[in-house]
């Protein structure tokens, strides 16, 4: 299923997809942006950027296949090259985007979906020899983008937020692998938002979607049972990052600072394997008068922000801020603002 943003602004030079995404993390689990994780993204910034919503790969939320047999061979390499095809696809459609500053976002486990996508479109555009689709920059929050950090980091937050003993977290560093295909200690699954799931099971809204018109045998789910098993997934994306960077894009990484399955830990763990000089040093970003959060910019052109008191899902839990991150015209000119408060 796709969902354009509301009134699609021509006059605006930015375009962002946002990946909604079933994945390894949460496996089966889906988010629906423009309810859940970015409500506010598509209320906040179509003054700034068209959005497009796009669920992926196939049997996420409203999305299907015609072959059944598509749910059983997902992987992270099809879901990219499909999303790759959906989108030269669409922009045929709407021809008026393709000279559009392009770029992609999503959180948790799109921290794959996010680079992958990026990396097949820089690759298209370097074999044509031409500017397919004009990519930018990507955006990813509390995202998987390097499984050994990504673990270690988890259990080191739960232990310095008293969620696990000093005993438990000592043991753990002793007697744990974390290296890639070990089973993993413990599952987490806080898929909660039931009121989403009865939302969109409503005929009125689906019609007003314009989703579920063949009448799927199913129901919306956040968790969804229609894929399994999950096929290739690359234990990291961080030489995707190192790419990106070098091909002159934006890479922004943001992090709900009290999330507890892709913690700050996590991310500042796996950003540290590549090995980055600082350009510009932690230091506080405001918002409103109040710290919003830390910013931190690596040569290169990465830059990695937290989010004050936000948790897996920023923008459900401080929408205020996440509206700073998310507009891309915003971060920018952000650094401009790091030192003193503002009132915007």
Same mark, same amino acid.
């Given at each position: 299923?796709?969902?354009?943003?509301?009134?699609?602004?021509?006059?605006?030079?930015?375009?962002?997809?946002?990946?909604?995404?079933?994945?390894?993390?949460?496996?089966?689990?889906?988010?629906?942006?423009?309810?859940?994780?970015?409500?506010?993204? $598509?209320?906040?910034?179509? &003054? @700034?950027? *068209?959005?497009?919503?796009? =669920?992926?790969?196939?049997?996420?939320? #409203?999305?299907?296949?015609?072959?059944?047999?598509?749910?059983?061979?997902?992987?992270?390499?099809?879901?990219?090259?499909?999303?790759?095809?959906?989108?030269?696809?669409?922009?045929?459609?709407?021809?008026?985007?393709?000279?559009?500053?392009?770029?992609?976002?999503?959180?948790?486990?799109?921290?794959?979906?996010?680079?992958?996508?990026?990396?097949?479109?820089?690759?298209?555009?370097?074999?044509?020899?031409?500017?397919?689709?004009?990519?930018?920059? $990507?955006?990813?929050?509390? &995202? @998987?983008? *390097?499984?050994?950090?990504? =673990?270690?980091?988890?259990?080191?937050? #739960?232990?310095?937020?008293?969620?696990?003993?000093?005993?438990?977290?000592?043991?753990?560093?002793?007697?744990?692998?974390?290296?890639?295909?070990?089973?993993?200690?413990?599952?987490?699954?806080?898929?909660?938002?039931?009121?989403?799931?009865?939302?969109?099971?409503?005929?009125?809204?689906?019609?007003?979607?314009?989703?579920?018109?063949?009448?799927?045998?199913?129901?919306?789910?956040?968790?969804?049972?229609?894929?399994?098993?999950?096929?290739?997934?690359?234990?990291?994306?961080?030489?995707?990052?190192?790419?990106?960077?070098?091909?002159?894009?934006?890479?922004?990484?943001?992090?709900?600072?009290?999330?507890?399955?892709?913690?700050?830990?996590?991310?500042?763990?796996?950003?540290?394997?590549?090995?980055?000089?600082?350009?510009?040093?932690?230091?506080?970003?405001?918002?409103?008068?109040?710290?919003?959060?830390?910013?931190?910019?690596?040569?290169?052109?990465?830059?990695?922000?937290?989010?004050?008191?936000?948790?897996?899902?920023?923008?459900?839990?401080?929408?205020?801020?996440?509206?700073?991150?998310?507009?891309?015209?915003?971060?920018?000119?952000?650094?401009?603002?790091?030192?003193?408060?503002?009132?915007?």
């Amino acid at each position: 299923m796709v969902v354009m943003s509301p009134l699609m602004n021509q006059s605006v030079e930015h375009f962002i997809i946002i990946l909604l995404k079933q994945g390894k993390i949460r496996t089966r689990c889906h988010f629906f942006y423009g309810l859940t994780e970015g409500g506010s993204i $598509i209320c906040f910034t179509r &003054a @700034a950027a *068209n959005v497009l919503f796009l =669920e992926s790969p196939a049997g996420v939320g #409203f999305s299907y296949s015609n072959t059944t047999a598509d749910y059983r061979t997902y992987g992270d390499s099809k879901t990219a090259e499909d999303n790759y095809v959906f989108l030269l696809n669409w922009l045929e459609r709407f021809p008026e985007y393709k000279n559009r500053d392009f770029f992609i976002s999503g959180e948790s486990y799109a921290g794959h979906y996010v680079p992958q996508l990026a990396h097949n479109i820089l690759f298209n555009n370097k074999k044509a020899n031409k500017t397919i689709i004009n990519l930018k920059g $990507i955006l990813i929050g509390n &995202a @998987a983008i *390097n499984s050994e950090t990504d =673990e270690r980091g988890m259990y080191e937050y #739960f232990a310095t937020h008293a969620l696990i003993s000093q005993e438990t977290w000592y043991a753990i560093q002793k007697y744990c692998d974390f290296l890639p295909n070990v089973t993993q200690i413990m599952e987490l699954d806080p898929c909660g938002e039931y009121y989403v799931h009865a939302y969109l099971n409503r005929e009125d809204v689906q019609e007003a979607l314009h989703a579920n018109v063949t009448k799927l045998d199913h129901d919306w789910e956040e968790c969804s049972e229609v894929i399994h098993p999950w096929g290739d997934s690359p234990p990291t994306v961080l030489p995707l990052l190192q790419e990106f960077m070098s091909n002159g894009l934006r890479v922004w990484v943001y992090s709900g600072d009290t999330d507890g399955r892709l913690p700050v830990t996590s991310t500042q763990r796996s950003l540290s394997k590549m090995g980055l000089p600082t350009k510009s040093p932690w230091r506080p970003w405001f918002l409103g008068g109040e710290v919003g959060g830390y910013v931190q910019v690596y040569e290169g052109d990465l830059t990695f922000a937290t989010v004050r008191g936000a948790g897996h899902k920023v923008p459900i839990s401080r929408p205020g801020r996440a509206l700073s991150l998310s507009s891309f015209t915003s971060l920018l000119v952000l650094y401009s603002h790091i030192n003193r408060p503002s009132s915007a």
